[in-house]
């Protein structure tokens, strides 16, 4: 039987709630409403009234076959349950980075203490950071969404991804996470006026050692681009 994670046990990570004070900057970037379709889909409104997919929903064509298959193969039950668990990880750790990189008080779980030991140093080669869990939209590639981080990585302006994996992952089967990032670049390029030229993936690894992936923009967005209509196909639009 599972714990709830808020059950469980945790201690408060003293010296990142007092050593460290990331620098924020402020943009003038408006908040959209979020919509859920009859299928499952999110769309985003945008101020100006238009509604797009979120850009995850587009770059899950990429992978779409191949988890319908593994659905299958393992049984909707199996896959659920796999599903629910990845899922409250992904949301355990993005609370993680996003209260550490707030100024926070940080609360770990006894479960993640050791994820978080090997991730919490990647943390700290962030700062400047210009938006965190902040939603963007681009009319010039119709979707929208919310970025996990843009901020300095190792003193380049960077969209910074947080992922969790079961398994040690390279490049080429996390196609859709470059693409996704280098959708935030143009949203935020388009919101602010400030270019955004790398890409950074950094992922925890269950059993592993966290693997940091870094790429530039402009070879992903022509990628995002053809998948963006790919899902106008799809949808018969």
């Not at 009319?139 to 969209?159: K, N, P, Q, R």
Request: proline share 3%; aromatic share 8%; net charge neutral.
């Amino acid at each position: 039987m599972l714990l709830k994670t808020q059950t469980l046990p945790q201690h408060v990570d003293a010296e990142a709630a007092s050593l460290f004070n990331f620098t924020h900057h402020k943009h003038d970037i408006p908040k959209l409403e979020r919509v859920t379709n009859s299928d499952g889909s999110r769309l985003y409104k945008t101020p100006s009234g238009r509604a797009y997919p979120s850009v995850t929903t587009v770059t899950g064509l990429l992978k779409k076959q191949a988890i319908m298959e593994w659905r299958k193969r393992v049984g909707e039950e199996a896959a659920n349950a796999i599903s629910s668990k990845a899922a409250r990880r992904g949301t355990r750790v993005h609370s993680l980075c996003e209260d550490f990189l707030s100024n926070k008080e940080v609360l770990v779980d006894i479960f993640d203490q050791e994820m978080w030991s090997t991730f919490k140093p990647l943390l700290l080669r962030i700062n400047n950071i210009h938006a965190l869990e902040t939603p963007l939209y681009s009319d010039h590639l119709e979707v929208a969404g919310t970025v996990d981080c843009i901020a300095e990585f190792d003193g380049t302006l960077s969209v910074i991804d947080f992922k969790t994996s079961k398994r040690v992952k390279d490049r080429d089967d996390i196609q859709d996470y470059f693409m996704q990032c280098s959708a935030y670049a143009v949203a935020f390029e388009e919101r602010t006026g400030i270019p955004v030229t790398r890409l950074v993936i950094l992922m925890t690894i269950d059993d592993e050692s966290p693997k940091i992936f870094i790429e530039k923009r402009d070879d992903w967005v022509s990628g995002f681009k053809n998948l963006r209509k790919q899902y106008k196909e799809y949808k018969g639009v």
